[in-house]
Structure formats: C-alpha cells, structure tokens
C-alpha cells in the first residue's frame, strides 16, 4: 500500500470538492481504493487540514469504549466514526468491537509492550540447622555432587579409552 502525503491527500479531497471526480475516478488517478478517496474526505470534514497529520497515540480503554459506544448509539458507519474521533484506520474500531464481543470489556486495556522484567526470586528462608529440612536439603546437595562426580570420571575414562585406541604405536 502507497503511503500518501498530507498534501497528497488535501489535493485528492480538493478535486472530490470541487467536483473533479468521484470516489472511483480519484482512486484511479491516485493509485488507490475508492473507501481510501472516501476516508480522507470524511477526515477532511470533521478536521480540515489537521487530520492528515498522523498521531501516534495509544487509547485509553475509556476512548474505546467511548468510540464503541458512539458507534452503536449513533449508527455511524466504520468509516466515519474514524473520521469523527480522526483514528487513522477504520479496521482499529473493528479490531476494539470483535476484542469486546469476544474477551469483554478488559481486552480494551493496554497491553505493556516489550519482555517482561525478570522477576526476582524471593529469597528463601534457610532452616534451621540441624532441622529435618535442612538434613534433606543437605541431602539432596549431597546427592547432585555424587552423580556430578560419577558423570565427570564415567568421561574421562572415555577419553582415555579413545585416546589410547587412536595411539598408534
């Protein structure tokens, strides 16, 4: 998809004005969808000028419920409901309505963007000394250092046995 320029966009809207064409031949001269021709129109008439400029924003989940609500209060189409509250993409509305019919009003809030923050351990709590936790949790050390061990000796007779089978005398 073009990306069209703010004043790209005024020309395009000037010529639909003043009767130059309508949405099919304007989407033709300006490579582009005819709902595109319509959805700057709108924009132009609920914000002039000031609606090509590009907002990077994140909604609150109230003004989506807010643009929601007026959509089904009013009966406001896609389109025009962009226009009026000046979101750039009409697909964001239908993105919000299919989240709430789906997942419910809590979908609406924003999500935190990028990795977690890693979290950190809480700090156990050692036993006491001599207690049967800390004998089992001694245990258990005891037991990971032994197999350690025997894994560690198990590879270097391998490594010997390989050695001396490769030795050539």
Request: charged share 25%.
């Amino acid at each position: 998809m073009a990306k069209f320029t703010a004043e790209k966009k005024l020309e395009a809207v000037q010529k639909y004005l003043h009767n130059e064409g309508g949405y099919g031949t304007l989407s033709e001269i300006y490579g582009t969808a005819p709902n595109t021709i319509k959805k700057w129109v709108l924009q132009y008439r609920y914000h002039g000028e000031e609606g090509f400029i590009k907002n990077y924003t994140n909604y609150t989940a109230q003004f989506k419920l807010d643009v929601l609500n007026y959509m089904n209060e009013h009966g406001t189409s896609l389109y025009e409901t962009a226009a009026i509250f000046n979101i750039p993409a009409p697909s964001t509305i239908s993105t919000w309505k299919l989240k709430v019919e789906t997942e419910g009003l809590n979908a609406l809030k924003l999500k935190q963007k990028g990795r977690p923050s890693m979290q950190k351990e809480t700090k156990k709590t050692q036993p006491v000394e001599g207690s049967l936790e800390a004998l089992q949790a001694e245990n258990e050390r005891l037991r990971m250092e032994n197999a350690y061990l025997k894994k560690l000796i198990a590879l270097v007779q391998e490594q010997v046995k390989l050695f001396w089978n490769n030795k050539v005398v």
